[in-house]
């Protein structure tokens, strides 16, 4: 493989074979004349699934769909379908692991909650998937996915348990819940957990957004681990957007290095010339710090500017994948991506087929896409009370929530809670459905 080639195409999404939507209906509104501050004084250290946010610090998508996101970088997983080499398939599944969250850059507006029984599908023949995702619980709220490839090449599946918390002028989002890959062809499952999220500057300033922590990509047929480190920003900017590690067997043996940004690419490398790599860049790093002046003021929750834009590329490195740009009128448009665009996108051939639970028939979400704010708000806060009436009238008659498409137990390769695909979902037998909406 060369230094710039790419693991796998990446045009899938414009040579799709149904012509999808450039934009939205209607531009994103302006949230300068609101205070979120005037919501959230209250709220420091609670759990913010328990507040009611006003719809303009929405985006027009439901959580369920938002989720949906980390499967826009399919061709990785097809990719990896296609590679004799474990290590090869590790690095693509590496790729599509930090792939899933490239979406959250600047995306600041919060998802719709899904409402219980909640569901969305999302069939993408360019793409060569089907997705179904249903929300199985509100307290706590959980959301359980399952997507296969359109020639039985992979099954990918989870639960996400989003633990939002407000720290003054943060917000942290913790996404419990495991994440799990199958490559039917070779008979192998991956597990992990996607890193935090953090979304500064909610009160004053320009909100910014970093991931951090480690995910560790566990191969349950080869016992190869990849543990990425995603890095908080640090002093200066200088590690912003960074992810970094390594694969290695289950002796521990190092078999490749992994570096980049979530935001922009993923490369590999030798272990042994990136450590060398390391070395000579904290030696410089030492230099330049002992040379400043070190400055001592509060620490700002400004976004810092990054040392530099563009990854440094070790040479011998291979791209495992780099990010597609964004659409010129994306700033417009809630910064959404050209896959993210499509998201809520209905006709009425489609309308005719989903169920009446799929999130593009909620008409708080709809009514916010058409540049409805007082719509939305409206409907947005008689669907909580309405959901709010029937959980009451269960419990009067200690009548239990049944979910429809998964149901829960544990996962079968790392022993978690998890919700499980029960199937049957796409018979389009959809009878006795709640009335959510």
């Not at 069939?123 to 089907?130: A, E, K, Q, S, W």
């Not at 509100?138 to 348990?161: R, T």
């Not at 390594?246 to 979530?262: E, H, N, R, T």
Request: net charge neutral; glycine share 6%; proline share 6%.
């Amino acid at each position: 493989m060369s230094e710039e080639k790419d693991c796998g195409g990446r045009d899938a999404l414009s040579n799709g074979i149904k012509k999808h939507r450039t934009s939205l209906p209607s531009p994103m509104f302006s949230r300068n004349d609101f205070s979120i501050w005037s919501i959230l004084r209250k709220c420091i250290g609670m759990e913010l699934s328990k507040i009611t946010m006003p719809v303009i610090f929405n985006e027009p998508l439901s959580f369920l769909q938002r989720l949906t996101e980390y499967v826009e970088h399919t061709y990785l997983i097809h990719k990896a379908s296609s590679l004799s080499d474990p290590v090869e398939r590790m690095q693509c599944v590496a790729a599509f692991a930090v792939s899933a969250v490239a979406s959250q850059w600047e995306r600041t507006g919060k998802p719709f909650n899904p409402l219980l029984g909640e569901t969305y599908e999302l069939v993408r023949d360019d793409l060569g998937f089907r997705l179904i995702s249903e929300q199985v619980s509100h307290h706590p709220p959980i959301s359980a996915f399952h997507a296969e490839g359109l020639n039985n090449d992979f099954i990918f599946h989870g639960s996400i348990y989003p633990k939002l918390k407000f720290w003054g002028k943060s917000v942290e989002a913790e996404p419990k819940g495991t994440i799990t890959l199958e490559l039917l062809e070779h008979n192998e499952a991956y597990t992990w957990t996607n890193p935090t999220c953090c979304v500064h500057n909610i009160i004053v300033g320009k909100l910014w957004i970093e991931q951090y922590g480690n995910v560790e990509i566990i191969n349950h047929k080869t016992g190869d681990k990849c543990v990425l480190n995603f890095k908080p920003c640090g002093l200066f900017g200088k590690e912003l957007h960074k992810v970094e590690g390594y694969i290695q067997d289950k002796s521990k043996k190092k078999l490749c290095a992994l570096y980049g940004k979530w935001t922009e690419c993923l490369y590999s490398v030798d272990p042994a010339t990136f450590d060398a790599y390391k070395k000579n860049d904290k030696k410089n790093t030492e230099e330049k710090k002992n040379s400043k002046q070190m400055s001592t003021s509060e620490e700002s929750d400004e976004m810092p500017m990054p040392d530099s834009e563009s990854v440094f590329i070790i040479p011998g490195s291979v791209l495992l994948w780099r990010i597609a740009p964004r659409p010129p009128n994306s700033a417009q448009m809630y910064n959404f991506t050209s896959f993210a665009m499509v998201l809520n996108e209905v006709d009425k051939d489609m309308e005719s087929v989903i169920p009446k639970t799929d999130c593009r028939l909620r008409p708080d979400i709809r009514a916010m896409e058409n540049g409805e704010i007082d719509q939305a708000s409206e409907e947005k806060k008689r669907l909580e009370e309405k959901q709010r009436a029937a959980r009451k009238n269960r419990s009067k008659s200690e009548e239990d929530w049944k979910t429809r498409w998964f149901h829960q137990g544990p996962n079968p390769y790392n022993g978690a809670q998890d919700w499980i695909y029960s199937g049957s979902y796409w018979d389009r037998n959809y009878f006795n459905l709640p009335d959510i909406y």
